[in-house]
């Protein structure tokens, strides 16, 4: 899969204001951080430009999508061979994960990845807990670049535990 064209593409929806801003925090972001896992998709929490209602619509990146040749399948879109799912930021957790990602390269595309700390909070919210979650948070917390004052107190702040 071309994980690079894909990211490449997520930075021209961001250039072209489709996106506002985003952080990758599925399985290609722990690539950054530890070991690679095995990840079909590319996962991507996103800011949105404001719709000026109460309700979050993804048809703008359809739209984009399907201008660029990407067509849908399910809740993926398909860039560049790569299924992209957008996920518009559901909580104060995912604004920070966002708001706090670090730029780091990837093949020569510049990608903002959401920080190991985050990653791991993320997984272990209510509802995103899985066997497959388990396992990357286990990885991301023997990892010894984590910063466990910055996930203790991000954890804190969201009433999560591990």
Known sequence: MAFADALRALNTMKADGVIQEYAVAGGLALVFWTEPVATYDLGVLVFLPSAGGPLVSLES??????AHGYRADREHILIEGVPAQFLPSPSKLADEAIETAETLDYQGVPT??????YLVALYLQPGARSAKRR???????????????????ILDRHGLSL
């Open 135 to 153: 396992e990357r948070v286990a990885m991301l917390l023997e990892w010894r670049g984590l910063n466990r004052n910055r996930l203790d107190a």
């Open 61 to 66: 990146i359809y739209r984009w999508a399907s």
């Open 112 to 117: 903002r990845v959401a920080l190991p700390e």
